[in-house]
């Protein structure tokens, strides 16, 4: 993954000299990782549901980053067959993580911006930003209680929303071939991952509702 995240960011052309290197940086990051306090937390004091979501998160992370390579080397000529994939494969594997933990939401999130990020324009990935903070704010998931007010909340998601739609304007206007495809590839990816939610945790809390009876029409 350390690989694919280079050639993303740097835009360097893949070799064995970069493929050896992000081996090994990135086995002495694991290794660290692994013999500092919270690796050491998760592996042998918190129960084993923390690694196996990590697990899924680096797996949807590297879908994503050898997606975003491919984007990056053909552009709007991605072939979809052999590219899509990896993008299906990372909301898959996102949305099983949040499945077993919803703190992988995080991870989702902040993935989700860098999409905005790579494959629309600033302006978007600004309003979407500020939008999804004050959703948090709005919705208070998690501890997001101890750092927004839903108020300022509902401020920010409404200047985020129209911040967004400037940049989304923006785009359209410009006629960026790549703005619509990056878009297009963007709501696969939010298609895929809400998808795999339904299917895959749906019946489960339905199932749960109905045995609880709780459940309602």
Same mark, same amino acid.
């Given at each position: 993954?350390? =690989? ?14 970069? !493929?050896?290197?992000?081996?090994? *940086? ?18 042998? *004091?918190?129960? =084993?549901? !923390? ?6 998160? /680096?797996?949807? $992370? ?12 053909? &552009?709007? !000529?991605? !072939? ?13 594997? %996102? ?5 077993? =933990? ?5 991870? *989702? ?46 401020? $920010? %998601? ?14 359209? /206007? ?19 991952? /809400? ?5 895959? =945790?749906?019946?489960?809390?339905? *199932?749960?509702?109905?045995?609880? &009876?709780?459940?309602?029409?």
């Amino acid at each position: 993954m350390l =690989k694919e995240a280079l050639l993303v960011f740097g835009r360097k052309e893949s070799s064995e000299e970069t !493929d050896q290197t992000s081996f090994l *940086v990135g086995r002495g990051l694991l290794l660290m990782w692994l013999t500092s306090g919270m690796g050491a937390f998760l592996v042998f *004091v918190d129960n =084993k549901t !923390d690694m196996g979501v990590l697990a899924l998160t /680096i797996l949807a $992370l590297f879908g994503g980053m050898i997606f975003l390579n491919h984007f990056q080397k053909k &552009g709007i !000529d991605t !072939d979809s067959k052999q590219s899509l994939k990896y993008l299906i494969l990372s909301a898959l594997f %996102f949305g099983f993580a949040v499945m077993a =933990k919803p703190t992988a939401f995080i991870d *989702v999130v902040i993935f989700a911006l860098l999409l905005v990020g790579f494959w629309l324009n600033t302006t978007t990935l600004v309003g979407t930003g500020i939008a999804t903070l004050g959703l948090m704010g709005v919705v208070q998931p998690l501890f997001a209680s101890a750092f927004i007010t839903p108020e300022l909340g509902k401020w $920010l %998601f409404a200047i985020g929303i129209v911040i967004a739609v400037i940049g989304g304007i923006r785009g359209l /206007i410009s006629r960026n071939d790549q703005f619509s495809k990056g878009f297009q590839h963007i709501v696969i990816w939010g298609i895929t991952l /809400i998808a795999t939610l339904f299917l895959f =945790k749906g019946p489960w809390v339905l *199932v749960s509702s109905i045995t609880a &009876g709780n459940f309602q029409i």
